[in-house]
């Protein structure tokens, strides 16, 4: 039973640490007569005992209570991964088990459930995409002009999004299981490939996977333009998905029925949208709201090409400056935090989360008290008036 795998594994990390049993109970808050309680089956260890005891031995919560591995089995593959995605994959199941002690502390974070319809594989993108969007609304969110797509999407669907900085060129992966829906992207500055406009469409087509309940776990897409890779039954839907999300068909035709498609008008629009170029003009041929000529032209303009037509070079330049930057899940980092000042989990855990010394932030939290710039301010008497009422300066 899983109270008797704990006990033995605590079992095992007091006879490793060299301590006596009273003196390991000290280490992690609890007294002699607990933790033989504890261990004989008579009390159950809280999961603050868990965590400390995860702390003192640099062990996780989720191999105290027997779990298995989180690693899940990757689909199969025609090539081997590279590099960038093992670096990747190796962030993921670390996210992946902060979000499974956590959950065991009781800060679970639920997917919204959607139903697939029927039809092709873009009739089902399409409307799971549709019904997403639905579901954001509600919450006052819309993905079409949402630059910081990673903050939209752990808002409205409790997704925790991590932009990682690959060592190599990488778009993302999507993680899965029973405690830890997770996006993995790359930022985007290594590579002219990856630009934000690209980086931006991965969130989506990610959140696309995760949506459509795919059966697999992990799904990595190194490349999520490949040709191949874009052929599979799972990346079609994904893909259609996307587009819906990011290009919605009825927005885009209310554009084209007030819209001449000149040059300014289809760069003020990919501005607009926060989308490349090319997948916008590829969107708007689809949809039939423009001919192949002006699909070929509009699609040899670049993000910057878009950006210096509608004038606004400067918002691109900083666009290009923040999904460059490497991000944490944000409502992940919440939960450690609340976990912790709850009494629920030790520092531990948040400092590594943040790539911190413990002591350092333990400090920052709870150190000396800042001084004051106002502190030599006077408080009492009258201020010096810099002139007087009465005689000019």
């Known amino acids: 039973m899983a109270g008797d795998i704990t006990a033995a594994r605590v079992r095992q990390l007091i006879k490793e640490s060299g301590l006596t049993q009273a003196e390991f109970a000290g280490r992690v808050g609890l007294d002699a007569s607990k933790m033989s309680k504890s261990l004989s089956g008579v009390r159950r260890f809280t999961s603050l005992d868990l965590a400390r005891i995860a702390d003192l031995c640099g062990v996780t919560v989720d191999w105290l209570l027997g779990v298995d591995s989180l690693t899940p089995s990757l689909a199969t593959r025609t090539a081997p991964l590279s590099s960038s995605a093992d670096a990747a994959i190796k962030e993921a199941e670390r996210l992946a088990r902060m979000r499974a002690d956590l959950a065991f502390l009781g800060y679970r974070r639920e997917v919204p459930a959607f139903e697939l319809t029927g039809g092709s594989l873009i009739d089902q993108g399409t409307d799971l995409a549709c019904k997403a969007a639905e579901h954001a609304a509600r919450e006052r969110i819309n993905f079409w002009e949402t630059r910081d797509l990673a903050d939209a999407v752990e808002k409205a669907f409790g997704v925790d999004v991590r932009i990682y900085e690959c060592p190599n060129a990488f778009d993302g992966l999507v993680w899965s299981d029973e405690h830890s829906p997770l996006i993995v992207v ?205 005689s000019p300066p």
């Open 186 to 390: 790359s930022t985007s500055r290594l590579s002219a490939q990856r630009l934000p406009t690209r980086q931006r469409f991965t969130i989506a087509h990610a959140l696309g996977h995760l949506l459509a309940r795919d059966d697999r776990r992990l799904i990595v897409d190194e490349n999520i333009h490949d040709r191949e890779h874009k052929s599979t039954k799972q990346e079609m839907l994904a893909n259609a998905f996307a587009a819906e999300l990011l290009l919605p068909a009825r927005l885009l035709r209310d554009e084209a029925a007030r819209t001449r498609w000149t040059r300014e008008d289809f760069a003020a629009l990919a501005c607009r949208l926060w989308v490349a170029p090319n997948t916008l003009a590829w969107r708007l041929f689809n949809l039939g709201l423009i001919d192949r000529n002006r699909c070929e032209d509009f699609g040899r303009l670049t993000a910057w090409d878009a950006a210096s037509i509608a004038g606004v070079a400067g918002t691109f330049g900083e666009w290009l400056q923040s999904a460059s930057r490497a991000r944490m899940p944000f409502m992940l980092v919440r939960d450690a935090f609340q976990a912790y000042a709850d009494g629920k989990s030790t520092l531990r855990p948040l400092a590594n989360l943040l790539g911190v010394d413990t002591d350092l932030l333990r400090q920052v939290m709870h150190g000396k008290k800042e001084d004051s710039p106002l502190a030599s301010w006077p408080i009492t008497g009258s201020p010096t008036p810099l002139c007087s009422a009465t």
